[in-house]
């Protein structure tokens, strides 16, 4: 038996949208920008209590800890994140991603934002709207409203 052909375009991403919610652009420039002031202004205070050499080493390990820590805890979120209403989550599933993901996905923010940001710049045009850390690590930016926090 033949099947009539559906109308329209098949759904998920080779329709040109994302296959589910996804966080909006802004929201996740001013959520990066917030968790970027928080780092800079902890930076700051450690290397100043540490000195230029010393400081800037351990102000590097508090920033992947702290990227790493709450993007790979349960909630995924930074403070940014928290603020915002976003969380990133796991694109299999959208579960938490894991300290091992959440890692990845920050050694692969550093060469997108390394290299003029054209990792940052790729979720304009990626229908899933990932980042290249976000393909790497297999991960999506969504609102919570849509995938809520367990508890």
Do not use: N
């Not at 909006?24 to 230029?52: H, K, N, Q, W």
């Not at 050694?107 to 990932?130: C, H, K, N, P």
């Not at 999506?140 to 849509?146: A, D, E, G």
Request: net charge positive; charged share 20%; proline share 7%.
């Amino acid at each position: 038996m033949i099947e009539p052909k559906r109308a329209g375009p098949p759904p998920g991403p080779r329709t040109g949208r994302a296959s589910g919610p996804r966080a909006t652009y802004p929201r996740r420039f001013f959520a990066l920008l917030v968790d970027g002031i928080v780092l800079s202004l902890v930076s700051e205070a450690v290397m100043r209590l540490l000195g230029e050499e010393g400081g800037s080493v351990l102000a590097a390990l508090l920033s992947a800890y702290y990227l790493v820590v709450l993007i790979g805890g349960p909630r995924g979120q930074t403070l940014g994140c928290l603020l915002f209403q976003i969380r990133v989550v796991s694109r299999d599933g959208g579960g938490p991603v894991g300290y091992g993901h959440a890692l990845v996905r920050w050694l692969v923010s550093i060469v997108s934002g390394s290299l003029l940001l054209l990792g940052y710049i790729w979720a304009f045009f990626d229908r899933e709207r990932q980042t290249w850390q976000d393909k790497a690590a297999g991960t999506i930016v969504v609102p919570v409203r849509y995938y809520p926090i367990r508890r």
